[in-house]
């Protein structure tokens, strides 16, 4: 396993003017020793041929390589109107393109519903459905430009492992997977049981904390635990810092959780 890290561990500086997507090579490699960079397309400033012709060299320059891009804002992929979900299938196509570009190996998505939460054993099959038909298409797309297409748990009904593992045995598409995070589950789902379902079908690990003492022991989960299941699964990808607590700063936070990892992949 390798260490990569989610951009949006430094969102808010980025949201202040610190620094920009640009400069998030050089932070990473400089500041945390981190080769591996997990893009997020919301902290880009434009997604022209010209911007990312500048973010390949400031990764040349800094020895860094893209592992992938996580897109929002691009529609509802399990949407209930045919048109739409279609469309958001489609608006994804632009950064598998970029993520072709740059090196990478896959965009994260989000299995949302657009509309209600589906609730009922009806609805969640239906949704499965509609969701099978969305991702096909965009995985058809995405396979010509040897892209992954992965899904997080990341709110709502995306957070319930059960229903995505049923998309990916539904779908049976090779470059479909997940991106198990370790923080996106509601308190009535066993975290450790979820994050062990979705490592079955995992491209992506996503290493979610809040906070560490001064042991580097993560408070509000069992970090050694988690880090064991994706050891048990086999996986042998990238395991990406995504740091999102208040205590720390995002430097400090995203230092203890590289201290923590570096500890743990000897």
């Known amino acids: 396993m390798k260490i990569s890290l989610a951009e949006w561990s430094l969102h808010k500086a980025i949201r202040s003017r610190l620094m920009t ?3 998030f090579p050089r932070i990473a490699r400089e500041q ?4 591996g960079l ?4 919301g902290l880009w400033e434009a997604p022209t041929h010209d911007y990312v012709r500048r973010l390949k060299s400031n990764m040349a320059a800094t020895g860094t390589k893209a592992v992938l891009i996580m897109c929002d804002g691009e529609g509802f992929m ?19 393109d970029i993520t072709a570009e740059l090196g990478g190996h896959a965009i994260r998505t989000n299995m949302y519903p657009g509309e209600k939460q589906p609730a009922t054993a009806a609805e969640i099959d239906d949704f499965i459905g509609r969701c099978v038909e969305s991702f096909s298409k965009l995985c058809e797309y995405a396979a010509g430009r040897n892209i ?4 997080e748990n990341h709110g709502g009904i995306s957070s319930n492992p ?7 045995q539904q779908a049976k598409l090779k470059n479909l997977g997940t991106l198990p995070d370790f923080g996106n589950f509601p308190k009535e789902i066993d975290r450790y049981e979820a994050v062990r379902k979705l490592m079955a079908h995992a491209r992506g690990v996503s290493f979610k904390c ?3 003492d001064a042991q580097l022991k993560e408070t509000s989960m069992d ?3 988690l880090m064991k299941t994706v050891e048990a699964a086999g996986y042998q990808g990238y395991v990406g810092i995504e740091y999102e607590g208040n205590r720390m700063t995002e430097f400090e936070g995203i230092q203890a959780a590289k201290r923590y990892l570096d500890k743990w992949l000897g």
Request: proline fraction near 0%; charged fraction near 30%.
């Open 78 to 96: 399990g949407h209930t109107d045919k048109a739409q979900r279609m469309a958001a299938a489609d608006n994804h196509r632009k950064w598998v």
């Open 21 to 23: 997507n640009l400069d």
């Open 32 to 35: 945390f020793g981190i080769e």
């Open 223 to 225: 970090m050694d635990r």
């Open 162 to 168: 059960d229903v995505v593992v049923r998309l990916m």
């Open 148 to 151: 992954s297409v992965i899904i």
């Open 38 to 41: 997990e893009f997020v397309n």
């Open 210 to 212: 809040f906070d560490f």
